[in-house]
């Protein structure tokens, strides 16, 4: 049987955006033992999926971490082919201690590099699909997202709601629509019917409160989910705002309508949500998110959801 590793250690944003890639992988070679190497925050929530047989852990051990670079050594042979869609300096160091196997990324030295000198001025779907080809996977079938949907949510939410995102990483708040701005849209939302569910971080839970505070019937959920259970409550919602960060591209990727706020921090050309079909949400963007005022928005609320 032909053993196949793919390389994505994350973040959530990113994942997701390999979930087209994954889905492709699997076509391609549905007889195939594929495992997927990535960080222990995706190991639970990609365990379900039908793209994989097993997950590995990359606990991405430091240069002087002998004992664990000799774990990860382990974990990287045996293969007949690695797909790093990770791309990144470090995971293209990974091909010399795997033993150079055949290999799909931009490892100097590898038998199927993406030889595209521009592909980091593409979009994350694009430069992926791009590199796939070159490594002979041609078909991109709609990515099957019924495993994550028929997680429970942690409580009972009303049959309609809006996601509201206001975090984003903890070192890019310059991604951070203000947390009053929010606060007024919950409101806005509650008027048309819409409950406002917030979901992020632990470290959110200031934001949420504060939106809570304005709009007494949002629902706060900051800190409460795990990844599954986070997906189960996008995939359900009517409506998604927020920042641009990881749950934003999970409701892309549910098909839920999403507007999503970008700063000048980020390029929406080369890293925005996408819908399955490759569409794209409704971005709206400013140098400075504090710019970005409430109206312009609430202007992009559709007009029935």
């Known amino acids: 049987m032909t053993r196949l590793l793919v390389i994505k250690l994350g973040a959530l944003g990113d994942v997701v955006q390999a979930f087209d890639a994954f889905a492709a992988i699997r076509a391609a070679h549905a007889g195939a033992h594929i495992s997927l190497l990535t960080t222990p925050p995706f190991a639970a929530f990609l365990a379900g999926s039908p793209w994989f047989d097993a997950i590995v852990t990359d606990s991405r051990p430091a240069a002087w971490d002998l004992p664990g670079l000799i774990r990860l050594r382990r974990r990287l042979r045996g293969f007949d082919f690695v797909v790093d869609l990770q791309t990144s300096s470090r995971s293209s160091r990974y091909h010399a201690l795997a033993g150079r196997p055949p290999w799909s990324g931009i490892a100097p030295g590898c038998s199927h590099p993406h030889a595209n000198p521009n592909r980091d001025e593409v979009h994350t779907r694009e430069r992926q699909r791009e590199q796939l080809a070159m490594a002979g996977i041609a078909a991109f079938p709609e990515p099957d997202l019924d495993w994550l949907r028929r997680m429970p949510a942690p409580l009972a939410l009303p049959a309609r709601y809006a996601l509201l995102v206001p975090g984003a990483a903890p070192h890019r708040p310059e991604k951070r629509w203000p947390v009053a701005r929010f606060a007024e849209l919950a409101g806005r939302l509650a008027g048309r019917g819409l409950t406002p569910v917030i ?60 507007i999503v706020l970008f700063s000048a921090g980020s390029d929406p050309a080369l890293t925005a949500p996408r819908y399955p079909d490759g569409g794209w949400p409704t971005i709206l963007r400013a140098a400075d998110l504090a710019d970005l005022p409430l109206d312009r928005v609430a202007a992009a609320l559709p007009e029935r959801q």
Do not use: K, W, Y
């Open 199 to 258: 979901v992020g971080a632990a470290a959110e839970a200031d934001a949420a409160t504060a939106i809570v505070t304005a709009c007494p019937s949002a629902i706060d959920l900051t800190g409460r989910t795990d990844l599954r259970q986070l997906a189960a409550v996008t995939a359900a919602a009517a409506l998604a705002v927020g920042n641009d960060t990881g749950p934003m591209h999970l409701a892309a990727a549910f098909g839920v309508t999403a």
